[in-house]
Antibody, heavy 121, light 108 residues
Framework: QVQLQQSGPGLVKPSLTLSLTCAIS??????????WNWIRQSPSRGLEWLGR?????????DYAVSVKSRITINPDTSKNQFSLQLNSLTPEDTAVYYC???????????WGQGTLVTVSS | EIVMTQSPATLSVSPGERATLSCRAS??????LAWYQQKPGQAPKLLIY???TRATGIPARFSGSGSGTEFTLTISSLQSEDFAIYYC??????????FGQGTKLEIK
């Protein structure tokens, strides 16, 4: 059974960087069939896919156009986890952030528990 | 970007009755459509993928139909635990996945 456990701060100041981690159990971040995603949810923007990392003989990343200039998603094979960094934060980045797994560019079968991140001074 | 539009925004139904939720895509997504259920304080839970295939452990009272741009989620006989928010998601245009804005299913 795949489980995703998120960690990271819930309050970040404007203009700074959000950093979240998603620890994986029951699968490998280096899986050749899975992709590891970050999705956020806010009242104003709904559910918004942010980006993903995946391994297919080498590492790849894809990012949403809306955050492409500010986002980095990195795998950590030594800890079997992956991370999200989102910089230049504004209050509009306040949301619940989820990590999630999918396979083959499809639906999200496994989700983390969610982390409410508030951007405020 | 493919825009997913769900209707209605809120649906009031009595327990034991049938609920029908709709999702429309701004362009064809073939059958690459999933439905999720979300309860307060929880992550979305996968119900249906491939427009009509129930995920593991999902009761048979949940069914999905449609292809192209029009999709429906039907809950045949509502149980108390089914009152939640439901989202559709397209994965035809991956990785630019998009979700609908949700339908809140409430007790009448």
């Amino acid at each position: 059974q795949v489980q995703l456990q998120q960690s990271g701060p819930g309050l970040v100041k404007p203009s700074l960087t959000l950093s979240l981690t998603c620890a994986i159990s029951g699968d490998s971040v280096s899986s050749n069939s899975a992709a590891w995603n970050w999705i956020r949810q806010s009242p104003s923007r709904g559910l918004e896919w942010l980006g993903r990392t995946y391994y297919r003989s080498k590492w790849y990343n894809d990012y949403a156009v809306s955050v492409k200039s500010r986002i980095t998603i990195n795998p950590d094979t030594s800890k079997n986890q992956f991370s999200l960094q989102l910089n230049s934060l504004t209050p509009e980045d306040t949301a619940v952030y989820y990590c999630a797994r999918n396979k083959g560019g499809s639906y999200f079968g496994y989700w983390g528990q969610g982390t409410l991140v508030t951007v405020s001074s | 970007e493919i825009v997913m539009t769900q209707s209605p925004a809120t649906l009031s139904v009595s327990p034991g009755e049938r609920a029908t939720l709709s999702c429309r895509a701004s362009q064809s997504v073939s059958s690459n459509l999933a439905w999720y259920q979300q309860k307060p304080g929880q992550a979305p839970k996968l119900l249906i993928y491939g427009a009509s295939t129930r995920a593991t452990g999902i009761p048979a009272r949940f069914s999905g139909s449609g292809s192209g741009t029009e999709f429906t989620l039907t809950i045949s006989s509502l149980q108390s635990e089914d009152f939640a928010i439901y989202y559709c998601q397209q994965y035809n245009n991956w990785p630019q996945y998009t979700f609908g804005q949700g339908t809140k299913l409430e007790i009448k």
